[in-house]
């Protein structure tokens, strides 16, 4: 079953405008990463954040975590066409072997 | 460097048929390796995982089943499928053990039952 939720669902945004999604989960997780889907093809590593850290950076992408809210927000900042994509966090937890997708957001990026 | 290797890439079976989905995966060893299911624009719904040769855990009971010949290799089967069994297939790899992180992802075989 899918443990997280994400909004929006959808989101379409000009381009060098900032884009957030956020991601919610319900269990205790060790990490927590977020993953981006091209149109028909295989899931492609973003970012990983664990649950010892509240925010983390890398090139024009922020993620946030708040444990005790069990949620996660990516921020893409200055959105390029380029970043048309669907956008899903992940979960892991020590021990299970297993990631729980969210149910990601469909981000397009106007030119 | 690793890389995973998925096919068929396209796939058209009629309802009844049997699948064979392989799955291989270089320049790792001992890896974790997963069987996803995405319809069209949803999530991924975890269909198997491995965390060794010969061990398959199933977290969808229906009629698929996946196998793990060799350390490297997961193969994802159906004697007999259903039109529910059209959808995204991805395979996908993570570093063995207890803390495994990061996970890698095919290209992914998009299946059609008609």
């Known amino acids: 079953s899918q443990q997280g939720e994400e909004d929006p669902q959808a989101l379409s945004i000009q381009e060098g405008e900032n884009a957030t999604m956020n991601c919610s989960y319900k269990?205790?997780?060790?990490?927590l990463q977020w993953y981006r889907q091209n149109s028909g093809r295989g899931l492609v590593h973003l970012i990983l954040?664990?649950?010892?850290?509240r925010e983390k950076h890398s090139g024009r992408l922020r993620v946030t975590l708040d444990t005790s809210k069990k949620s996660s927000s990516l921020l893409i900042t200055a959105s390029r066409a380029a970043d048309t994509a669907s956008y899903f966090c992940?979960?892991?937890?020590?021990?299970?072997?297993?990631?729980?997708f969210g149910t990601g957001t469909r981000l397009k990026v106007l030119a | 460097s690793q890389t995973i290797h998925q096919w068929p890439a396209t796939l058209v079976q009629p309802v009844g048929s049997p699948l064979s989905l392989e799955c291989t995966v270089e320049?790792?060893?001992?890896?974790?390796l997963y069987w996803y299911r995405q319809a069209a624009g949803r999530g991924l719904q975890l269909l198997f995982y491995?965390?060794?040769?010969?061990?398959i855990s199933s977290e969808v009971p229906q009629n698929l089943s996946a196998s793990r010949p060799q350390d490297r290799q997961f193969i994802l089967s159906s004697k007999k499928l259903l039109l529910s069994d059209s959808g995204f297939y991805l395979c996908?790899?993570?570093?063995?053990?207890?803390?495994?992180?990061?996970?890698?992802f095919g290209p992914g075989t998009r299946l059609t039952v008609l």
């Open positions: 269990t205790s997780i060790n990490n």
């Open positions: 996908a790899w993570g570093v063995g053990g207890y803390n495994t992180d990061t996970q890698y």
């Open positions: 320049g790792t060893s001992n890896p974790n």
């Open positions: 992940a979960t892991y937890t020590s021990g299970t072997y297993k990631y729980i």
């Open positions: 954040i664990r649950s010892n850290e």
């Open positions: 491995s965390v060794g040769i010969g061990q």
